[in-house]
C-alpha cells in the first residue's frame, strides 16, 4: 500500500534512479558553475570580456554541430553516446586548473560545450525511449524537479569554496566537480538498454522516416516553442534589471526572488507536467505558459510607478508568474518531443529541437532588455504581443509535424 511519501517520490524504480543521477550530475555542475566567474578572471587570468566571447564561440559551435551530434546518437545507441559524454566531461574537468591563457581557454570551452551537447542529445533520446509513452513526461518532471535540487546543493558547495576567498580553494573546484561527474558516469553505464541501445538489431538502413530537418512543421514548432522559453530571459535578466533600475525596491529582493523560483521549480514541476501526454495536452500546456507569461508582463510594467511594498509585492507577483510559465512551458516542450519525434531518429530529433529552440530565443536577451528598459509599458505589452504570436503558431506547427510523421512513418507498398 503506497505511503503519503510515494506521492512526492518518482513513480518508478527507473524513473527514481534517473532522479538520483540528475541530482549527481546537477551537484557537480552547481559546484563549478557558481564559482566559475572567480574561476576564470581570478585563476585563468581572463577579462570579463573575454569569458563572454569564449562562451559565445561555444555556444555558435554548439548551434552548428546540434543536428550531427544527434544523428550520432541514433547510430551508436543513446545511452552509449550519454554515458561517453559523461564520461569526457568528467576528463574535461579535471584539466580546468591547468588552462592559463584566452586561447586555450575558448579551445576548452568549446571542447567542453560539444561533449555536453553529445550527452545531452543521448540523454534526451534515451528518456524518452526508455520509458512507457504514459510515464514520460511525469517522469522527465521528477527529473527536471532533481536536477533543481542538485543545483541547489551544488550552489552551496561552491558558496562555500568561495568563502574561503583564497584562489587555491577555487582551483581545487573543479576537481571535486569531476569526481562527482567520474561517479556520475559510473551510474549512467549501470541504467538498463532503451530499445535503440541495442543498436545491432536495428536495421543498417532506415526503410521508414526521413531527416527532421526537412519536417518544417517540427523544427518551426520548436522555434516557437523557444519564444516561449524566453520566459527564463525574464527570470534571468529583464526583471532583475527592471528591479534595479526602474523600481524603488530592494535590491536584497534580488535573492528573494531566486529562491522562490528553486523552491516553486522543485515542488510544482511534477503538478505542471501532469496529464500532458500527448500532442493535445502538450498545446494546453504550452497556452497555459503564454498566459502566465502574459500576465508576468502586465504586473511588472506598472511596478514603474508604484512604491515601496506594493513594488516588492507586485515585483515578487511578477516573478511567481513568469516561474509558472517556466514550469508549464518545461511539460509542453517534454510532451512534444515524445509524441512528435520519430522512434528510429529520436537523437536527430533532439538535436533539431535544440536547433529551432536556440533560433526562437537566441535574440531575446539583447531585445527584450531593450524593450523593457528603453521603451517601458509599451516594450513590456510588445514581448507580451510577440509571446501571443508565437503560442498561437504552435497550433498549426504540431499538426503540420503530425502529417509529415504520418506520411514518413507510413509502409512502402509495391
Same mark, same amino acid.
Given at each position: 500500500?503506497?505511503? =503519503?511519501?510515494?506521492?512526492?517520490?518518482?513513480?518508478?524504480?527507473? %524513473? !527514481?534512479?534517473?532522479?538520483?543521477?540528475?541530482?549527481?550530475?546537477?551537484?557537480?555542475?552547481?559546484?563549478?558553475?557558481? +564559482?566559475?566567474?572567480?574561476?576564470?578572471? *581570478? @585563476?585563468?587570468?581572463?577579462?570579463?570580456? *573575454?569569458?563572454?566571447?569564449?562562451?559565445?564561440?561555444?555556444?555558435?559551435?554548439?548551434?552548428?554541430?546540434?543536428?550531427?551530434?544527434?544523428?550520432? &546518437?541514433?547510430?551508436?545507441?543513446?545511452?552509449?553516446?550519454?554515458?561517453?559524454? &559523461?564520461?569526457?566531461?568528467?576528463?574535461? /574537468?579535471?584539466?580546468?586548473?591547468?588552462?592559463?591563457?584566452?586561447?586555450? /581557454?575558448?579551445?576548452?570551452?568549446?571542447?567542453?560545450?560539444?561533449?555536453?551537447?553529445?550527452?545531452?542529445?543521448?540523454?534526451?533520446? /534515451? $528518456?524518452?525511449?526508455?520509458?512507457? =509513452?504514459?510515464? !514520460?513526461?511525469?517522469?522527465?518532471?521528477?527529473?527536471?524537479?532533481?536536477?533543481?535540487?542538485?543545483?541547489?546543493?551544488?550552489?552551496?558547495?561552491?558558496?562555500?569554496?568561495?568563502?574561503?576567498?583564497?584562489?587555491?580553494?577555487?582551483?581545487?573546484?573543479?576537481?571535486?566537480?569531476?569526481?562527482?561527474?567520474?561517479?556520475?558516469?559510473?551510474?549512467?553505464?549501470?541504467?538498463?538498454?532503451?530499445?535503440?541501445?541495442?543498436?545491432?538489431?536495428?536495421?543498417?538502413?532506415?526503410?521508414?522516416?526521413?531527416?527532421?530537418? !526537412?519536417? =518544417?512543421?517540427?523544427? #518551426?514548432?520548436?522555434?516557437?516553442?523557444?519564444?516561449?522559453?524566453?520566459?527564463?530571459?525574464?527570470?534571468?535578466?529583464?526583471?532583475?534589471?527592471?528591479?534595479?533600475?526602474?523600481?524603488?525596491?530592494?535590491?536584497?529582493?534580488?535573492?528573494? #526572488?531566486?529562491?522562490?523560483?528553486?523552491?516553486?521549480?522543485?515542488?510544482?514541476?511534477?503538478?505542471?507536467?501532469? +496529464?500532458?501526454?500527448?500532442?493535445?495536452?502538450?498545446?494546453? %500546456? %504550452?497556452?497555459?505558459?503564454?498566459?502566465?507569461? @502574459?500576465?508576468?508582463?502586465?504586473?511588472?510594467?506598472?511596478?514603474?510607478?508604484? #512604491?515601496?511594498?506594493?513594488?516588492?509585492?507586485?515585483?515578487?507577483?511578477?516573478?511567481?508568474?513568469? $516561474?509558472?510559465?517556466?514550469?508549464?512551458?518545461?511539460? +509542453?516542450?517534454?510532451?512534444?518531443?515524445?509524441?512528435?519525434?520519430?522512434?528510429?531518429?529520436?537523437?536527430? /530529433?533532439?538535436?533539431?529541437?535544440?536547433?529551432?529552440?536556440?533560433?526562437?530565443?537566441?535574440?531575446?536577451? %539583447?531585445?527584450?532588455?531593450?524593450?523593457?528598459?528603453?521603451? +517601458?509599458?509599451?516594450?513590456?505589452?510588445?514581448?507580451?504581443?510577440?509571446?501571443?504570436?508565437?503560442?498561437?503558431?504552435?497550433?498549426?506547427?504540431?499538426?503540420?509535424?503530425?502529417?509529415?510523421?504520418?506520411?514518413?512513418?507510413?509502409? @512502402?507498398?509495391?
Amino acid at each position: 500500500m503506497p505511503s =503519503r511519501l510515494d506521492r512526492f517520490l518518482p513513480p518508478t524504480p527507473l %524513473a !527514481r534512479r534517473l532522479s538520483l543521477q540528475s541530482v549527481m550530475f546537477a551537484t557537480g555542475e552547481g559546484a563549478f558553475m557558481t +564559482g566559475s566567474a572567480v574561476f576564470f578572471t *581570478q @585563476v585563468v587570468g581572463l577579462t570579463a570580456a *573575454q569569458v563572454g566571447v569564449g562562451l559565445t564561440v561555444a555556444g555558435v559551435f554548439a548551434f552548428s554541430f546540434a543536428v550531427p551530434l544527434g544523428r550520432l &546518437a541514433d547510430r551508436v545507441g543513446p545511452k552509449r553516446q550519454w554515458a561517453a559524454g &559523461a564520461f569526457l566531461s568528467a576528463a574535461l /574537468y579535471l584539466v580546468w586548473p591547468f588552462i592559463g591563457s584566452f586561447p586555450a /581557454y575558448v579551445a576548452m570551452v568549446v571542447v567542453l560545450q560539444l561533449v555536453a551537447n553529445a550527452g545531452w542529445s543521448g540523454r534526451g533520446a /534515451y $528518456t524518452i525511449d526508455v520509458f512507457p =509513452r504514459e510515464e !514520460r513526461v511525469r517522469s522527465m518532471a521528477f527529473m527536471r524537479a532533481a536536477l533543481n535540487i542538485g543545483f541547489t546543493v551544488g550552489a552551496a558547495i561552491g558558496g562555500i569554496a568561495l568563502a574561503f576567498d583564497n584562489n587555491d580553494v577555487v582551483r581545487v573546484v573543479p576537481w571535486l566537480t569531476s569526481a562527482i561527474l567520474f561517479v556520475n558516469a559510473l551510474f549512467i553505464t549501470r541504467l538498463p538498454d532503451a530499445t535503440h541501445d541495442k543498436v545491432d538489431e536495428l536495421p543498417a538502413e532506415k526503410a521508414l522516416g526521413g531527416s527532421p530537418l !526537412r519536417n =518544417r512543421g517540427f523544427l #518551426l514548432l520548436n522555434v516557437f516553442d523557444g519564444v516561449l522559453s524566453t520566459n527564463q530571459v525574464l527570470l534571468n535578466i529583464v526583471i532583475p534589471l527592471w528591479l534595479v533600475q526602474e523600481t524603488d525596491a530592494p535590491r536584497v529582493l534580488l535573492a528573494w #526572488l531566486v529562491g522562490t523560483n528553486t523552491v516553486m521549480a522543485v515542488l510544482l514541476q511534477v503538478p505542471a507536467a501532469r +496529464g500532458v501526454n500527448s500532442v493535445r495536452t502538450s498545446l494546453r %500546456a %504550452a497556452r497555459i505558459s503564454a498566459a502566465f507569461f @502574459v500576465l508576468s508582463c502586465c504586473i511588472v510594467l506598472v511596478t514603474h510607478d508604484t #512604491l515601496g511594498w506594493t513594488t516588492i509585492l507586485l515585483v515578487w507577483l511578477g516573478h511567481v508568474t513568469v $516561474t509558472g510559465a517556466e514550469l508549464f512551458q518545461s511539460a +509542453g516542450r517534454w510532451g512534444f518531443l515524445a509524441e512528435l519525434s520519430d522512434p528510429d531518429r529520436r537523437g536527430e /530529433y533532439q538535436g533539431v529541437a535544440q536547433l529551432g529552440d536556440t533560433l526562437g530565443n537566441v535574440w531575446a536577451p %539583447a531585445a527584450y532588455t531593450f524593450l523593457a528598459l528603453s521603451w +517601458g509599458a509599451a516594450g513590456w505589452v510588445t514581448i507580451a504581443g510577440i509571446v501571443v504570436l508565437a503560442v498561437l503558431a504552435m497550433g498549426p506547427t504540431s499538426r503540420a509535424a503530425e502529417r509529415y510523421l504520418a506520411r514518413a512513418r507510413r509502409p @512502402v507498398t509495391a
